[in-house]
Structure formats: structure tokens, C-alpha cells
């Protein structure tokens, strides 16, 4: 862990792949989406990630339901998040809520292809729910 130098890596989590974001010096940039397998092997994969690029903390996107209740999606995600920690990282939850909406309204003005968008959309829902985080500690 480098002193002073946050590095934060953010989940996206669904029931098939999790998107991955990370921010570094200040700029939040796509890292890749992993096919879901099962709760401790993906938190063991992200694990791999966040001691690879010396992350400091992990960011949990929760899709919160509009009262902000858990759904299902939530508690899956909280079950990653949890996994992770329990490897000594620390874990913060964010909202997730209208990250993918805000991830293909980007990736439609950016003009990218609705082939490559599928492909796209939960790295940057990873990067929204990261800014949104960063944004809040501001």
C-alpha cells in the first residue's frame, strides 16, 4: 500500500459478469468484465486484481431498490464485497442505482457500436459507480 496515494477498484456486480474500474492519479479508467463463476472465486479473482495494481480500496456498486431496500442483486453484490474483505481489503458500498442507464447514455454519445456497447456497458457502470464514490468523498 502506497502512503498517501489512494488507489481505488470498483464492482460492478450482475448475476453473469462484474465490471471493473479503477481510478489512478485522479482518473477513472475501465480495467476489464469478468465472467461471474461463484462468490469466492470471483472475489478471489478481484483479490488477484486489487493486489496487482496495489489497490487500497475496493468500491461495491449496490443496485438498492427505489425505497432502498436490498434486492436479490444487492445482496449478491454485498456477498463479493464481503469476500473481499474478508481477504483484508477494505470495502465501501456505493448506490448503484442508474449507473447503467448513465454507462449506455455514454457509450451511445461516445458513438461506440451497440456490438461493442454490450461488451462495454459494465466496465463503465464500474467507472459511473467510481466517480459517483470519489465525488462523494470530495
Known sequence: MTIGREIPLALDVGTRTIGIAVAEQGIVLPVCVLARQSVSKDAARVVALCRARSVTVVVVGMPF???GSESRSARLARQVGD???????????QD????????IERLGAAAVYRER????????????????WLKGRG
Open 117 to 132: 456497447r454490450k461488451a462495454a456497458v459494465d466496465q463503465v457502470a464500474a467507472c459511473v459507480i467510481l466517480e459517483e
Open 65 to 67: 431498490e427505489l425505497d
Open 96 to 103: 448503484e442505482r442508474y449507473t447503467t442507464v448513465e454507462a
Open 83 to 93: 469476500a473481499v474483505a474478508s481477504a483484508g481489503f477494505p470495502v465501501a458500498y
